[in-house]
């Protein structure tokens, strides 16, 4: 495998292979109640008739909430269409559930900004936050909805708990076409490889107090090529004081990536 790089605190080098942390479980310890992103808010929720048809049908540029059937439950998630999309992201929150990942308004400001570029996006809402094999199937039932919208490139971004579901599925799923990993867990990460030859990027604060960024260096370590680690200088497991950078990096790598799919 040839040499990889990442970047730390803005600079570009080289990063050894590091041994993943032991004791991790499918939920992240330590996490005060209520941390991570709360609930939004009631909104309409589209019947079975309006999940069939085109986002023009469904509200013009607005998100609205869908549900799907999943066996004997439902999968609620917010749509966010964008005009003559071919792509969109699947964007996954941590353990405490929600839909806007670290914190409120994270991933719902980053869905309206790809939107602009013509690139839909789907949150989920987990039925069962912190439950790993639940959410994959709700994360599977999602990502079958995107491509039932007629979207050929679909990008998976999972923040904390978010971030093991990101990989097993984009492991699982050949057309998922890019994986972000925010602040990721190290449960549910070891097929990372298998994502491979497909770019993943992976952010991370040096101070994580509730993931060690070792995590994410080990998870580096095991991907393949090519795979991109930014480590951000901050404490912040929930990246509220680099959100700005992080939207940033997240927002460009998706417009490339996808973009580069399209192309493809």
Sequence with gaps: MGPRCGRDRGLWLSLPALVLLAGLTGTVMGVPPGAESGLAPPQPVADAAALAAPPSLRGGADPSWVL??????????????AEAARSGVLWLSGTDGGIDGPFDGFYSRLARSL???GIASAQLEYSSPGNFETSLNETLAALDYLEGMGLNNVALVGFS??????????AERPEVSTAVILSGQGFGTDRVAEIAPRPVLVVHTEGDPNI???????LFSRAGVPTEL??????????????????????????????????G
Excluded at 163 to 168: A, D, N, P, Q, R
């Design 161 to 170: 708990f978010g971030g093991g579901l990101t990989v097993e599925v984009a």
């Design 115 to 117: 939107q602009r570029r």
């Design 230 to 263: 930014v480590v951000l200088s901050s404490s912040d497991h929930y990246l509220q004081d680099v959100a700005r950078e992080a939207r940033g990096l997240v927002r460009g790598w998706l417009s490339e990536r996808l973009a580069s799919a399209d192309r």
């Design 68 to 81: 799907l059937p999943r066996g004997e439950s439902q999968v609620r998630l917010e749509y966010t269409p």
């Design 212 to 218: 060690p960024v070792d995590v994410a260096r080990s």
